[in-house]
């Protein structure tokens, strides 16, 4: 005898443990199984054999086959309901539903039949999309409910960062306002004149004061971002005054330093229509970093390259000790110490701000390196950004 399959012997146990009348269907129609139940249901003698869907379905077999092939093709269970023709009791309706099982090592359909009214049917599909729309109402709901949540959090979280601001800026503001208070006194020089050297400390105290104040400033400017986008937009740079107000501030750190600064005077480009303060913070940020990251004896050298109706690049160029690689990586990467820095104080995140200021005005850093020869950083303006009337 042959020995059957686990799954040859699931279907028959279902076929003779439901209540309803149960099937067993090739592919093709062929009825390979049936349980006792299923002649009575249909009105059939128990003792006919029947070997085809065709022999019980005439009227019905296309659409009947055509459901076994979608249960065959899935393994959830699919209802059907097709009219029969029963002589006795004129037309009816048969609900038949079927799974995807395995009799002999081939695929088949087990179908259950029984009862069927199609206003009910009908009723009962109704109330299941009912209930499917329910729960994705409810789904909706709850992540419109999230995102509520999460825009008030957002907007939390700006307040608090607004009221940071201004608490810093005024916090800022007191010893600046200072520093420049007491650098206007020591000029007035009410004591008697002060040395020519001291004057330019002085002096230098006092320019690097203002520019600071101005970035406080400019910081309470990005809050209101319509102030902001105007003055980013509308603003026309000069880029001589860019590069002498860092040279004034950069120059005492490289004197004593011992490194040579050698900064262009009486350029010839055009202006850069951007956020004036972002620009000078940005190219003071370059030219301080080759400074303050070079041996004595070393030069920082500052040089414009433009054309008419080309791209205008600013290079800082050092001959320092340069950079390997993969310490640069993290340098333009957030929240890295330093790998540059002689000491490693700092947070080391300068050059990424500074990468990230570039780019919200519109421009772009490129740092070249190589070590042992030095370094290279370069600010690119897209002639876009450059006043159409220059030189």
Not at 43 to 50: D, I
Not at 134 to 150: D, T, V, W
Not at 345 to 363: H, N, P, Y
Request: glycine share 6%.
């Amino acid at each position: 005898m042959k020995n059957k399959t686990p799954e040859s012997n699931a279907a028959i146990t279902i076929a003779g443990s439901v209540p309803e009348a149960m099937l067993v269907v090739g592919a093709d129609g062929s009825i390979l199984l049936a349980n006792d139940r299923f002649s009575p249901f249909f009105g059939l003698n128990p003792q006919t054999k029947h070997r085809h869907l065709s022999d019980i379905f005439s009227d019905s077999i296309d659409y009947l086959r055509q459901s076994i092939r979608d249960w065959l093709g899935t393994s959830e269970p699919l209802p059907k309901t097709f009219h029969r023709q029963n002589p006795d009791n004129g037309s009816d309706f048969i609900r038949v539903e079927g799974w995807r099982s395995v009799h002999d090592n081939k695929a088949v359909a087990v179908l259950r039949f029984f009862s069927g009214n199609p206003n009910v049917d009908h009723f009962i599909e109704l109330t299941r999309l009912v209930d499917n729309l329910n729960k994705e109402c409810a789904a909706r709901a709850r992540i419109e409910k999230e995102l509520r949540n999460l825009l008030q959090q957002l907007n939390a979280t700006n307040n608090m960062r607004d009221l940071v601001v201004a608490q810093m800026s005024h916090d800022f503001r007191t010893p600046l306002n200072a520093i420049l208070g007491m650098a206007d006194f020591m000029q007035s020089e009410p004591f008697g004149a002060l040395e020519e050297r001291y004057r330019g400390y002085v002096c230098d105290i006092k320019y690097s004061g203002e520019v600071l104040l101005e970035l406080v400033d400019s910081v309470l400017a990005m809050n209101d971002d319509k102030d902001f986008t105007e003055r980013a937009t509308d603003i026309l740079v000069d880029l001589a005054d860019c590069l002498e107000s860092c040279q004034r501030v950069v120059a005492p750190l490289a004197k004593r330093r011992g490194i040579e600064l050698l900064v262009p005077k009486d350029l010839c480009v055009p202006r850069i229509r951007a956020e004036k303060t972002l620009v000078k913070q940005i190219l003071m940020n370059l030219i301080g970093n080759s400074v303050k990251h070079i041996d004595k004896g070393c030069h920082v050298k500052v040089e414009v390259d433009w054309s008419k109706d080309k791209d205008l690049s600013i290079c800082i160029i050092d001959d320092g000790p340069g950079i390997e690689p993969r310490k640069l990586e993290r340098l333009l990467q957030f929240n890295t110490r330093s790998a540059y820095s002689i000491d490693e104080t700092g947070f080391g995140m300068g050059l990424f701000l500074t990468k990230r200021s570039a780019e919200a005005i519109g421009g772009q850093i490129r740092i070249d390196s190589i070590p042992g020869q030095g370094t290279t950083a370069t600010m690119s303006f897209p002639s876009t950004m450059l006043e159409r009337s220059a030189p």
